[in-house]
Nanobody, 123 residues
Framework: QVQLVESGGGLVQAGGSLRLSCAAS????????MGWFRQVPGKEREFVAR????????IYAESVKGRFTISRDNAKNTVYLQMNSLKPEDTAVYYC????????????????WGQGTQVTVSS
């Protein structure tokens, strides 16, 4: 069973940057498509970005395209989310997860959710 642990969240001013990390327990991380989602209280979990097992294919939500970059280091069993030009509306708990079905942007197609890391962007 793959366990995922997110880190790197924090408080940052608008326009600033953060880099989130998602460390996986499995040494076979390279076989999995991985994704980042975010959630604010009272709202559904929202897709942010997805990356293929090799790292060659990446998909982004329109709201973060051009500002966020998803990447991975399979040797370190870690997936990253570099977030630049942060906006107050990026404030959320960020989660990483494994895409266990066909490549998707739906939370229902992801599993092994981590505990999340809080990102707060002040205006």
């Amino acid at each position: 069973q793959v366990q995922l642990v997110e880190s790197g969240g924090g408080l940052v001013q608008a326009g600033g940057s953060l880099r989130l990390s998602c460390a996986a327990s499995a040494r076979t991380l390279s076989t999995y498509t991985m994704g980042w989602f975010r959630q604010v209280p009272g709202k559904e979990r929202e897709f942010v970005a997805r990356i293929s097992g090799s790292g060659g294919v990446t998909i982004y939500a329109e709201s973060v395209k051009g500002r966020f970059t998803i990447s991975r280091d399979n040797a370190k069993n870690t997936v990253y989310l570099q977030m630049n030009s942060l906006k107050p509306e990026d404030t959320a708990v960020y989660y990483c997860a494994r895409n266990f079905r066909i490549p998707s942007t739906l939370a229902a197609d992801f599993s092994n959710w981590g505990q999340g890391t809080q990102v707060t962007v002040s205006s």
